[in-house]
């Protein structure tokens, strides 16, 4: 973590007045910025869906506080299709106004910051819940080194009625839970909406989502790119708007969690997949020939079925966890696991297609045997009862490679085409 102290500013509660301006909506937003043609240093994003009663606030805080510390930066508005007076508000103090028609918080905040020119990007929301004078804290962590800086409201402090006592005491501290559980993640508040980054950093985290889960992709693919993170401590204050907030704390957590989940192939899938595989492989070969007794505990055909059940699951795991990480280098261009580059050279269609064939055709005509001799010899079904589990395991999971092996070759064709389109095209500039 970023060793540095909060800074304490004034957070004024002084509202800019609005009733001068008129409800019209801006087409196209001047080209210029606030630094005399010069690139700035900071560009401050803020995505905007009708703040007009707080707007002002934060661009003016931004603009005092590039004027404090003597740097020359840049306001840019995410607006999302705002129908009251932000936008007009927005020009007037001299913002660029970026209009991103497709809905949602991580849409509108891709946009600002694909437009924004500064070498550092700020983003907070602009309904004064965040204190842009704050701004200092997060440019010293950039310039000490780090990618990417996130706010931890926790450790800066939540003022009474700044955060409902759902997300304070269960929705933020769980969903963080699983995510440091999931990625290994240090940060403490994965879903503090101020944070910064460089220009750099921001193209290497690669975000598509364009819902609020966008702030949840936004560490995970830093820490997929190896960005060097540092966590500041900031405070929460009660926003200032009229109306309640365009955060859904069900529909939105669900959004968050499922992202968490769906990024994370390994863990969901890939550890528990071998652990249940082995497990159940294990159970299988004790169990083939029949019952078996350990320390006076009877172990029949109950347990048979429970390592099928267990082999089968963890391969299905397996081969699912393959499929999610292609999918997901498919969806991250350049963030390939050592898995991924050995899959693309080493002929999986085949391995899978041959190998899993074999397999089921050599249990199916195993079963098959079986079948004509419990038919022509009259013999007792139970003393066959578990190799016929074994073999039935087999002939499924050697179907299952089969069909995977297509799939799993039309995602990694997906991704040779790609790669493919990104080298003929050379490097970004």
């Known amino acids: 973590m970023h060793p540095t102290n909060l800074c304490q500013f004034d957070h004024s509660e002084n509202l800019l007045n609005s009733n001068h301006y008129i409800p019209q909506q801006i087409e196209v937003s001047p080209p210029e910025t606030a630094t005399g043609g010069h690139p700035p240093l900071v560009s401050a994003i803020i995505p905007c869906l009708n703040e007009e009663l707080t707007l002002a606030i934060c661009i003016n805080k931004v603009i005092e506080a590039f004027t404090r510390r003597g740097i020359q930066g840049e306001v840019i508005i995410g607006d999302n299709g705002s129908t009251d007076k932000s936008v007009k508000i927005a020009k007037s103090l001299g913002a660029r106004v970026i209009h991103q028609p497709v809905k949602g918080y991580g849409a509108a905040i891709s946009a ?29 962590a950039l310039e000490s080194g780090a990618d990417f800086v996130m706010g931890n ?9 700044a955060m409902p006592p759902l997300h ?11 995510a440091r559980m999931l990625y290994h993640s240090p940060i403490r508040d994965f879903h503090c909406g101020m944070r910064a980054f460089t220009r750099e950093a921001f193209q290497k985290m690669s975000t598509r989502s364009t819902g609020m889960e966008f702030a949840s992709e936004m560490i ?18 009660p926003d200032k708007r009229n109306r309640p907030p365009h955060l859904r704390s069900f529909r939105d957590g669900w959004r968050h969690l499922r992202l968490l989940i769906a990024h994370a192939p390994d863990r969901l899938y890939l550890i528990p997949g071998f652990t249940l595989l082995l497990l159940g492989a294990i159970g299988l070969a004790l169990l083939a020939a029949g019952p078996i007794e350990i320390n006076g505990h009877y172990f029949g055909v109950h347990f048979v079925a429970l390592a099928t059940m267990s082999t089968l699951i963890g391969l299905i795991a397996i081969l699912l966890g393959v499929l999610a990480k292609v999918a997901i280098a498919i969806y991250h261009p350049g963030t390939k696991s050592g898995l991924i580059t050995w899959l693309m050279r080493s002929h999986p269609l085949e391995w899978l297609v041959f190998c899993g064939a074999g397999l089921a055709i050599a249990a199916f005509c195993a079963d098959l045997l ?14 066959s009862v578990h190799v016929v589990f074994v073999i039935s395991t087999a002939c499924i999971a050697g179907v299952l490679m089969v069909l995977t ?5 039309l995602l990694l064709d997906s991704l040779s085409r790609q790669d493919s389109e990104t080298s003929s095209q050379g490097p970004v500039a």
């Open 405 to 409: 092996g297509f799939v799993l070759q």
């Open 112 to 140: 600002a910051a694909h437009a924004a020119k500064g070498k550092y990007l700020i983003m907070a929301d602009a309904d004064d819940s965040y204190d842009w004078s704050q701004i200092d804290i997060f440019i010293d």
């Open 370 to 383: 079986l079948a004509f001799r419990w038919i022509f010899t009259n013999d007792s079904m139970e003393q």
């Open 220 to 237: 995970i693919n830093a820490h997929r790119a190896g960005l060097i993170i540092h966590e500041v401590p900031i405070k929460l204050y």
């Open 153 to 161: 409201r926790f450790a800066g402090g939540i003022e009474p009625g």
């Open 168 to 178: 304070r005491y269960l929705g933020n501290p769980l969903l963080s839970g699983i």
